[in-house]
């Protein structure tokens, strides 16, 4: 532990696979979580749900449910409005109620809570309320709701928080929420020019987060404060939201966030804690309210999309124009929504040099469960359907799929889309790379008989989400320990680690001498959210910086009582300034990205802080009698720039692909008028351990981010990017079937060959 300052006994802290800090804790269950909390007095909430997709409210009858013993209290909006007279929130729009007021726009909406000490009469209580319901046209797909006469919301109010989305206006009278535009150069004229244009359509389906910790907030109504634990991945905005709907200072509302079970973007921004802080202080007790597994499914999913691509294309495969049309399916709350549209719109035409580009990206309104942030922030979607485009253009022209993407790759130095130019990007080297670990030149054994085998390549990028703000603090103890104080929330990614190896780099101390603060808005300061891979080189820097002021301030104090910094320990240090082992130093840090919006085209020179990249190689082996496939070897590569901890990003490059694996072969939620028919881990399919490929190969490239702490980016999602298309392709590289929508099945496999052969299947 006495080690002199910016002189670590055991060597550098960066870099290292060392342990995850928090990895006892959770293996002997003592690791904290909200699932685990019970308060003295605390109530049990059990929420009544909309059982129609949309309709007017014209009454709800709660009086059995009042009147069953045990029962504490049912609420319903009207109550709510008693507190909180406009109970409406959501980080893009204000458009969500605490409990729906008139109308409910999904199965699954809270419309009522009971309160109970016992969850089960809680739970008996809400099966005994009733609702009378007007019902409304609904609408249920993207494409219909651009036009649709069922609008969900009549009214939007901008929520003006995020400095990138306080432009939103949204279209009255429609379900448009945000449409994104961007043109680049004359895609008409370019496509008159070209040998050969190509137009396809895809589909992606809504799935769900799914982690295995389900949502659970707890409210505590203290004399002081009201204190609110939950299961959230941004605790800084949790407080923010919820004294704005109360009209408080945010000092009035504390929240504490101990370790997540997953979050994977579900738990961003308001999802139960309004409900359950406005609960308790009706009820003036404590209030949990923890999800089933099947409430899951109605609280916030992934987006699906409808992407249609048209691209004119040289002889010889170069690209020449790329209009792209996004329709985003957001389900009947707008949640993040509208930044997806945007952020990765942007990104549709693909990690290619094309220079002229015309980009639509629309978030719609449906009536269904809303959608927001998912691993990958709808850079899969987009990665799907603009390789899966790729690889049909070289098909069509007998060109290499691999000499496809090298002539038309996105290259150092290049502009994207939005005229921001590719810094510190490994989009070639990814691909070089890829190439190399699948040897692709190399002859490639394609089966016999019945079993045919085929391989896909496929790469995407995603920008990073911008601007954010990020602060922390760094506190050195006088026996030179250090406790870190920031609100990056560690769900399983190893944040707690990696803050924790960059604050010992800075600081020139032993890892093991450095402790994380769990996010507590009390004590630790602001950040955006955990999320979109930001947080290692957001929060990385801000507690980087934290470090260094601490270790400016220990060099000061080092020189007012003449020692030096260098040659002398932490300790002593302040054993020479207090006369003992007392005092503490204090850093603080925080870190903005620069960026500069979009102007109308559009355009910006500074889109994003930093790239992420990922590409995936898939081999498949194929059953052409019954068109069962399985994925037999992926191969996944990613640009981290530094990684902070290699066997981390390791793990974080298997669990982004293992989940994108789920997205591409079995998982979609099915619904029947707005009803979720496969809500269970029964009927809605994840992976399982006999679904991993046999071979799994991860490497992060060897990169540096010239512009991250320490050389670092984030990895969280990069693995995502590619599973889907290279899986596609592969299949079609097999048997020459091509699909279009995800999920890829055997059935829509085994239909491809028969309508190859002459003898399509009728429905």
């Keep these: 532990m006495a080690t002199t300052l910016g002189k670590s006994n055991s060597g550098s802290a960066f870099g290292r696979s060392i342990p995850r800090v928090e990895a006892r804790a959770k293996v002997t269950g003592k690791a904290e979580y909200v699932h685990n909390l019970r308060l003295p007095g605390m109530l049990y909430g059990k929420v009544f749900r909309s059982t129609v997709a949309h309709a007017r409210i014209r009454g709800i009858d709660v009086s059995a449910a009042r009147a069953l013993p045990g029962v504490h209290a049912v609420y319903t909006a009207a109550d709510i409005m008693r507190l909180v007279p406009d109970p409406h929130y959501g980080p893009a729009f204000h458009d969500q109620p605490v409990l729906a007021i008139d109308k409910v726009r999904h199965v699954g909406e809270p419309v009522a809570l009971v309160l109970a000490a016992d969850p089960h009469v809680a739970e008996a209580a809400a099966q005994m309320i009733s609702a009378d319901y007007e019902e409304l046209p609904a609408v249920f797909d993207e494409i219909e709701a651009m036009t649709s006469k069922a609008v969900v919301h009549e009214v939007l109010k901008p929520a003006g928080t995020f400095p990138d989305l306080k432009h939103l206006k949204g279209k009255r009278d429609t379900n448009i929420a945000l449409d994104f535009h961007l043109r680049r150069g004359d895609t008409q004229k370019a496509f008159a020019a070209a040998d050969h244009v190509f137009e396809h359509t895809f589909r ?32 800084s905005f949790v407080r923010i939201e919820i004294a704005r709907l109360l009209g408080w200072p945010e000092n009035k509302v504390r929240v504490k966030v101990p370790y997540l079970g997953g979050g994977f973007g579900a738990k961003l921004y308001i999802k139960l804690e309004a409900l359950v802080a406005i609960a308790a202080l009706l009820a003036g007790r404590p209030v949990k309210i923890s999800l089933t597994m099947e409430e899951q499914f109605y609280q916030i999913t992934k987006h699906a999309a409808t992407l249609r691509i048209k691209s004119g294309v040289s002889k010889d495969g170069k690209i020449l124009a790329r209009e792209c049309e996004v329709w985003w399916n957001g389900g009947a709350y707008a949640d993040i929504g509208p930044r997806v549209t945007q952020k990765s719109g942007f990104t549709a035409p693909g990690p290619y040099d094309i220079d002229h580009v015309a980009i639509d990206s629309y978030a719609l309104y449906t009536n269904l469960p809303a959608a927001g942030a998912l691993r990958g922030f709808g850079i899969p979607q987009l990665v799907w359907a603009y390789e899966s485009h790729t690889d049909m253009i070289a098909k069509a022209l007998n060109i290499d799929p ?34 190399q670990r699948m040897q692709w030149e190399k002859t490639f054994d394609r ?10 390549i496929a790469i995407g990028f995603k920008a990073s989400i911008s601007p954010t703000t990020s602060v922390a603090i760094v506190n050195v103890s006088a026996d030179g320990s250090v406790m870190v104080n920031c609100s990056t929330v560690d769900m399983g990614q190893g944040s707690d680690t990696a803050m924790a190896q960059i604050v010992a780099e800075a600081l020139g101390v032993p890892v093991e001498s450095v402790t994380l603060v769990h996010p507590d808005t009390d004590v630790t300061p602001y950040d955006m959210a955990t999320l979109g891979s930001r947080s290692t080189f957001h929060m990385g820097h801000a507690v980087r910086l934290a470090a260094e ?18 040659t002398t320990s932490i300790p002593d240090i302040f054993r020479k300034k207090y006369g003992m082992q007392a005092g503490n130093i204090v850093g603080v840090g925080s870190f903005i990205p620069s960026y500069a919006p979009p102007d109308a085209q559009g355009q910006t020179d500074n889109a994003t802080p930093f790239w992420m990249i990922g590409a995936t190689g898939a081999e498949v082996e194929v059953d052409t009698e019954t068109g069962e496939f399985k994925v037999a070897r992926l191969v996944n590569l990613v640009d981290v720039g530094r990684p902070v901890n290699p066997a981390i990003v390791e793990t974080q490059i298997s669990g982004a692909t293992l989940m994108q694996l789920g997205f591409t072969l079995t998982e979609r939620m099915d619904f029947d008028a707005g009803q979720v028919t496969n809500a269970s881990l029964a009927d809605y399919k994840i992976p399982g351990i006999r679904d991993v490929p046999a071979v799994m190969e991860n490497e992060a490239v060897d990169m540096v981010q010239q512009t991250g702490p320490f050389g670092a980016k984030g990895v969280g999602e990069s693995g995502t990017f590619g599973v889907s298309p290279a899986i596609a392709s592969a299949i079609d590289d097999a ?10 099945t055997a059935e829509a496999v085994y239909r491809g060959l028969r309508a190859n052969a002459g003898k399509p299947l009728q429905d």
């Design 402 to 435: 691999l000499a496809m993407r090298r002539k038309n790759i996105l290259k150092e130095g290049r502009p994207q889309a939005t005229g921001t130019l590719m810094r510190d990007a490994g989009i070639e080297q990814v691909l070089e790379r890829l190439a």
């Design 204 to 235: 992606t389906q809504q799935v769900l987060h799914l982690p295995l910790e389900p949502f659970v907030t707890v409210a505590d109504p203290t004399p002081n404060q009201l204190v609110i634990h939950t299961a959230s991945q941004s605790p």
């Design 549 to 566: 002021d601490a270790r400016d301030k220990l060099m000061k104090l080092a020189q007012e009582v003449g020692l030096s910094a260098e």
């Design 735 to 744: 048997v020459g079937v091509r699909l279009t929508s995800l999920p890829l």
């Design 447 to 456: 089966g016999s008989g019945k079993l045919r085998r085929g391989r896909g």
